[in-house]
């Protein structure tokens, strides 16, 4: 103990004497007394100070300034601030997903105004724990809302949207982008006991064979509340829709992905609390156009973290090649990693790998939303719903986009709207370039 007190105190002192030398020699100017290396390294130390708080401070000033930006609700949509000066250091898949706010007036003026907005009829996509339940994963429900949004337009109906199942609160996620789709309180706590007033419609791994003449108006009834559930969004099918060529005409123009993704920012935004979470994660990963994010999407499908998945989509054998599709797609440092994974031991080998250093990570559980663990709290799946969202939306920036057999990063690669570094790993393990117009035909959900 004495010993090492005696070591540094000395140290201090040699410390201390060439301090005072310094400051001495560098008063009385009088360079040779000086070690001209100490003065060198001073130099050197100072120069490599300034320039380090400068570019620090930069980039605090600069992410200070976009943080400041996207926590105002109301500049959103304010379509002058593409001039911002941060805005042009973003690659293009980066802008592109800023512009969901900006492009706002365009996603309104294509197509035409809702004709329920004042109904007093409803649409309600439901999913809950009583009748209402088994709505499938996240994707599955987002397309749920997304035809029951259609449906509801048609018929003239106003558009609800409840999740009540296990309570996570879909709007601490997402939130309505143009049409209001909140539904604070129930109509009906339970529907167990359906009112005269109420009907349901459950189309969950349904097609709608006979969509193209199919009277919505008679589906759904005279009954004032219609609770809906479907897990599919079939653009083809409302294409051919004959009884409402031109309700649905503004499809017309556009191919399913563009039908999808359109409808998706009509009605959904990220929560501001997730968006300045993204805005900040990829401003710390891949703060200039010269950083690349290469992002995939493994969806093993059942495996261990998820052992009550309906279904096996891939094959931990087949892991390999994507780390060698990794390996090839990132050379350089400037490459930053992003796995969104279904399993942790997908995770895990990631972290085994040459790229490991180039990983950038959103830790948080991983838990499907449906087919959890009984012993899972609330708290847990909300947790895991939280990620869900935010990865999705990460993978809806990427350079490269590897996608899965997954409604999740079908829908990312819809709404990033690009056939620029886009893949499809497939079932088999094999990963071929695709584009967004061809990925369901890829998988053979075409
Ligand atoms: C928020 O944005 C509005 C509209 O651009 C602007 O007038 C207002 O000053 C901004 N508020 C803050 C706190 O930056
Ligand atoms: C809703 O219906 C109106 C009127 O028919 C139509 O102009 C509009 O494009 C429809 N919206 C959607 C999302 O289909
Ligand atoms: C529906 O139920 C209410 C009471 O719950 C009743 O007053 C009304 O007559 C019923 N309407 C029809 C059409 O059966
Ligand atoms: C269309 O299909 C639905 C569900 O498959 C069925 O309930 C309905 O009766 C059919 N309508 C017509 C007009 O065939
Ligand atoms: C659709 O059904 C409604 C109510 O059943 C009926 O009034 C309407 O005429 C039907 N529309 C067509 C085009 O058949
Ligand atoms: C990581 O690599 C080491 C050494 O090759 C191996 O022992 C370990 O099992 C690997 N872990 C995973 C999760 O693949
Ligand atoms: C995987 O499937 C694709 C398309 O079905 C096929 O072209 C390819 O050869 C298959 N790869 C392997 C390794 O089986």
């Not at 409604?407 to 690669?413: D, P, R």
Request: aromatic share 10%; charged share 20%.
């Amino acid at each position: 103990m004495l010993k090492v007190q005696l070591i540094s105190k000395s140290s201090t002192n040699r410390f201390q004497t060439s301090f005072t030398k310094l400051i001495l020699c560098n008063a009385k100017m009088n360079v040779k007394a000086c070690s001209m290396t100490t003065v060198f390294i001073l130099l050197i130390g100072a120069v490599t100070v300034l320039y380090c708080s400068f570019w620090a401070l930069q980039e605090v000033f600069a992410t200070d300034k976009l943080l400041r930006f996207l926590t105002n609700a109301s500049r959103l949509f304010d379509t002058s601030w593409e001039d911002e000066t941060y805005v042009p250091l973003m690659s293009r898949h980066r802008r592109r997903f800023l512009m969901w706010y900006f492009a706002r007036p365009d996603i309104a003026s294509l197509i035409g105004p809702d004709t329920g907005a004042e109904a007093t009829q409803y649409v309600i996509y439901r999913c809950d724990t009583g009748r209402m339940s088994t709505c499938g994963g996240w994707a599955d429900r987002i397309k749920g809302m997304m035809t029951a949004y259609i449906i509801a337009n048609l018929t003239g109906r106003n558009f609800k949207v409840e999740l009540l199942a296990k309570g996570c609160d879909i709007t601490e996620y997402l939130i309505p982008n143009l049409v209001d789709w909140r539904l604070p309180v129930s109509f009906h706590k339970s529907l167990q006991k359906l009112p005269n007033d109420t009907g349901i419609i459950n189309f969950m791994n349904q097609r709608f064979a006979n969509f193209s003449e199919l009277n919505l108006t008679s589906l759904t009834g005279a009954e004032r509340f219609v609770y809906f559930k479907t897990n599919t969004f079939h653009v083809d099918l409302f294409k051919s829709a004959i009884l409402f060529e031109h309700e649905l005409s503004w499809m017309r123009s556009l191919t399913h992905d563009q039908v999808t993704a359109t409808v998706y920012k009509r009605l959904f935004v990220l929560h501001p609390r997730l968006q300045v979470k993204l805005q900040s994660f990829l401003f710390r990963t891949v703060p200039t156009p010269q950083h690349k994010l290469v992002c995939v999407h493994v969806r093993m499908g059942q495996n261990p973290t998820i052992p009550r998945d309906s279904e096996i989509r891939n094959s931990p054998e087949n892991l390999f090649r994507v780390w060698e599709f990794i390996e090839e797609q990132s050379k350089t440092d400037f490459h930053k990693v992003f796995i969104m994974a279904d399993s942790m031991q997908t995770i895990d080998e990631a972290g085994n790998q040459s790229f490991k250093s180039r990983i950038v990570e959103n830790p948080g559980p991983i838990i499907h939303v449906e087919r959890y663990p009984h012993e899972a709290t609330k708290s847990d799946i909300c947790q895991a719903e939280d990620k869900i969202v935010f990865d999705q939306h990460v993978l809806m920036n990427c350079d490269i986009l590897m996608i899965s057999y997954s409604g999740l990063s079908q829908m990312a690669a819809f709404v990033r709207g690009s056939d620029h570094g886009l893949y499809c790993l497939l079932r088999n393990g094999t990963i071929v370039p695709c584009t967004t117009e061809n990925i369901l035909t890829v998988y053979n959900q075409g």
